[in-house]
């Protein structure tokens, strides 16, 4: 489609250039250039032309369609309309946190509560109205992942291309990955670890660098009260997760979005214990120079940005999430190191399973940052963080064995066997994710007095930042959206469809899977319809514009 409209502006502008000048030499040297043609490819009329959506007849379509629509019409139909969709929640299932997103069980022979779904939310699955609140609960109760096209795949590839720039992996981590003699377990355990390891050497990088990309944050809404943290018990606790595209490091008051440095030199090589400490005043020195830009990075397939107000708005709200979380990890470390605990609990994780032997030293080939604190462990010694060390001295944990020493042939290659040997013994205190826990709960401890109350959109399109929206962050906001939201997900209030105006239904209904069968679609043209006959009743000798 690109190409073919790029012929049709070349012959139509060369064609009209020919006759102006009667010349066929004026003509070509006239025609337009690269960058013509980009700018006129940007303009509203060609844009639509490229922009409008894959048909619905391509195979994996339609397979999606068959599988989906057929789910949402036996949960929602509708007695008095049976061939269209009902806008009220299922009867049977009135929650659909629990009914359709968490599928809670009761099970018959201990009574606890077993879950077959996923027992916890997502910052973006609190956006319930960031397009149509009824087309995101067909969604839910559907179970069926959502439709990926083009663009979302082509976003995918920018964010993992804007993370590798900011994050490089060490060559040697993975030459060391293919060496070793035995494979690194892919379970929950070994992943969960490897992102609170990430997450901990990015916010490193943040302060080394002055960016960090992909960071983890979370935060928990109570099922029982619909309010977002706060002293939220555990069994009414809902865990809510979330990546920031971007966290920024720059000098306040002024406009240009330069990283800056925090931390000088490499930190790689030096010892996190004392890297925490360091970081202690050094924030405390620059909390009035320095500030940390929350950011999301949102990829178009032209540059443009949103038209529809509430998808613009969505995005904002999620910004604010995340930087409401963010200062909530970063009040009271103790506080943040239970909550990651909890974290990983809601997830069913066994918090004291041993972390492998292999995955260990892959680790520690990442970043040597663990080193120090790794022969910490192996010796027993503290780390320097109370709540992990008072853990590991009490009695209930002397059983707790952590033996490597059957992994002395992990490694072939003899130098780096040479650099590991030593961590291949009897551990007096296991590597577990409570260690990652501790220094997690550390490192985000020194985010929060460098929050800044500006946040930021940056729009891509290809590899270009086209455009960037500023704006201040509002924890009013927060606090009734989260509400709204649980209210919703809890099934504690009704589903809240678009209005039903003409410029909706243009603008939303026009590319939603259940346009067909949506009987608020249905009620809402018809009523437009109605509402043209009257006007034109009414005044008989003028044109009304009337809605198909």
């Given amino acids: 489609m690109r190409i073919g409209l790029n012929i049709f502006r070349r012959n139509v502008y060369s064609s009209k250039v020919f006759k102006v000048a009667n010349s066929e030499a004026l003509g070509a040297s006239l025609s337009p250039s690269e960058e013509e043609v980009r700018i006129i490819d940007d303009l509203p009329f060609f844009r639509k032309c490229s922009l409008r959506p ?5 195979k994996s379509r339609k397979a999606y369609l068959d599988r989906k629509l057929p789910k949402v019409r036996k949960l929602f139909r509708n007695e008095q309309n049976p061939a269209f969709l009902s806008y009220d929640l299922p009867k049977e299932l009135p929650n659909p946190y629990l009914d359709a997103q968490a599928r809670a069980k009761i099970n018959p022979v201990n009574g606890t509560t077993e879950y077959a779904g996923t027992a916890r939310l997502s910052v973006t699955k609190l956006l319930t109205k960031r397009w ?3 087309r995101e609960a067909y969604d839910i109760y559907s179970q069926v992942p959502i439709y990926e096209h083009g663009q979302v795949s082509v976003g995918r590839r920018e964010h993992q291309r ?3 720039e900011a994050h490089v992996t060490p060559s040697n981590a993975e030459i060391l990955k293919e060496e070793l003699t035995a494979e690194i377990p892919q379970d929950a355990v070994h992943t969960l670890a490897e992102n609170w390891f990430q997450t901990i050497i990015r916010l490193l ?3 080394q660098t002055g960016q960090a990309r992909e960071i983890l944050c979370h935060g928990y809404l109570s099922s029982k009260d619909c309010a977002l943290d706060g002293n939220v018990a555990e069994e009414d606790a809902v865990l809510v997760s979330g990546i920031i595209d971007h966290l920024l490091l720059k000098r306040r008051n002024t406009a240009e979005l330069k990283p800056t440095s925090l931390l000088a030199g490499n930190c790689s090589e030096h010892d996190l214990q004392r890297i925490v400490h360091d970081l202690n005043a050094a924030v405390r020195n620059s909390n009035e120079e320095l500030e940390i830009i929350v950011s999301d990075v949102k990829t178009r397939s032209s540059r443009t940005i949103p038209q529809q107000t ?3 708005k969505a995005s904002k709200i999620q910004v604010m999430y995340y930087r409401y979380f963010l200062e909530e990890l970063s009040k009271d470390v103790a506080q943040t190191y239970e909550r990651l605990l909890m974290n990983a609990r809601k997830r069913g994780i066994d ?6 032997a292999a995955k260990l030293v892959v680790l520690m080939e990442t970043s040597p940052v663990i080193a120090r604190d790794m022969q910490r462990l192996q010796k027993g010694f503290p780390i320097g963080f109370a709540p992990f060390d008072d853990f590991h001295e009490s009695s209930m944990t002397s059983r707790c064995e952590y033996d490597l020493e059957s992994f002395q042939g992990v490694i072939e290659n003899a130098d780096t066997h040479e650099r590991y040997y030593e961590y291949f013994t009897k551990w007096k205190t296991p590597l577990t994710l409570r260690y990652f826990a501790a220094r997690l709960a550390q490192m985000y401890n020194h985010v929060g007095p460098l929050l800044s109350k500006n946040l930021m959109i940056e729009y891509y399109s290809g590899s270009t930042n086209f455009h960037s929206i500023s704006f201040e962050y509002d924890p009013e906001d927060i606090k009734h959206h989260s509400t709204q939201s ?5 099934g504690k209030r009704k589903i809240e469809p678009i209005k039903p105006t003409v410029r909706n239904m243009l603008t939303y209904c026009k590319y939603c899977d259940y346009e067909q069968i949506c009987l608020w679609r249905k009620q809402g043209s018809d009523m437009c319809k109605g509402l043209g006959k009257e006007l034109q009743a009414l005044h008989p000798n003028e044109s009304v514009v009337q809605t198909n």
């Fill in 54 to 58: 894959e048909s619905g007849g391509t």
């Fill in 132 to 134: 149509c609140e009824l």
């Fill in 162 to 164: 804007l993370e590798d």
């Fill in 205 to 207: 990088a943040l302060f």
């Fill in 310 to 312: 509430s998808v613009v």
């Fill in 351 to 356: 918090l004291d399973a041993p972390i492998n």
């Fill in 486 to 490: 649980a209210l919703f997900w809890f």
